[in-house]
């Protein structure tokens, strides 16, 4: 699904914010099914910062050839409405891109399966998002799972954290920190020592981590800061979207007090 995250980097820059992991609601069906991914995110309306609400837009689709269900927030109530109306238009046009993807390709298979003689597995699609908001911060995370065929499909999660101001902001990871602190340097420590620990607890070694990316993915959740990591992206698949969390007193003293004021 390049082409959505494509779409998603290039409207609001670095994807940024929250949680989890999760299963699809569609996947191919019981009798061809393939290795289960991991379990998907409800959309469960956790507190939001006050006045501001996230809805889901539901859209469905099932056929032989496909199965389809989408779930896209829709943001209301930020003091910025310019930003609230380029943000819903990205995040809809993000998901009608990955349904079109999707069509076309279960088509194209429907058409080879006939063709060659293969039995059909249906391409699936779920689109479902979390929301999770921490003081003057809107943050949520939409979760993108699709399967077209082979042994197990492929789960994207994108993390979102707004500064809901009159000027909006989407945050990046390097800009909640104060200027002269080698933030990376010190998360990337954290990280590695919480790796250190799992290896020794395990007994074996599964990850490939040497430093956080620029626009590493990130949340806040209940004061700590969470770093995510997307499939393969530091270990083989069987390990999920490894997470690691980071205290609130090994970095409350690092950030920029402007996002230390927002956090509150």
Known sequence: MSSF????????GTAVLLTAVAVPAFAAPAATSPAKPVAPAVQVQKPQVQGVVITPKTILSETKEHAIKVNVPVISGLEDKAFQTQLNAALLKQAQDAIAETQQ????????????GYDLRPYALDISYEVQSTGKLVSFSVQTYVYTGGAHGMTDVTY????NQPKAKQLTLGEL???????????NQLIKQQIKEVNAKEGFDVYSFESIADNQSFSFEKGNLVIHFSQYEI????A???????????????????????LK
């Open 177 to 187: 920190f104060q200027p002269g602190y080698s933030y990376r340097t010190i998360l």
């Open 160 to 163: 979102y954290t707004i500064a």
């Open 5 to 12: 995250k494509s779409a998603a980097t290039s409207f609001l």
């Open 240 to 262: 999920g979207m490894p997470s690691f969390t980071i205290p609130a007193h090994r970095f409350q003293n690092l950030l920029k007090p402007e996002i230390a004021a927002l």
């Open 235 to 238: 270990a083989p698949y069987a």
């Open 105 to 116: 390709g279960a088509k194209e298979n429907a058409a080879d399966a006939k063709k060659y």
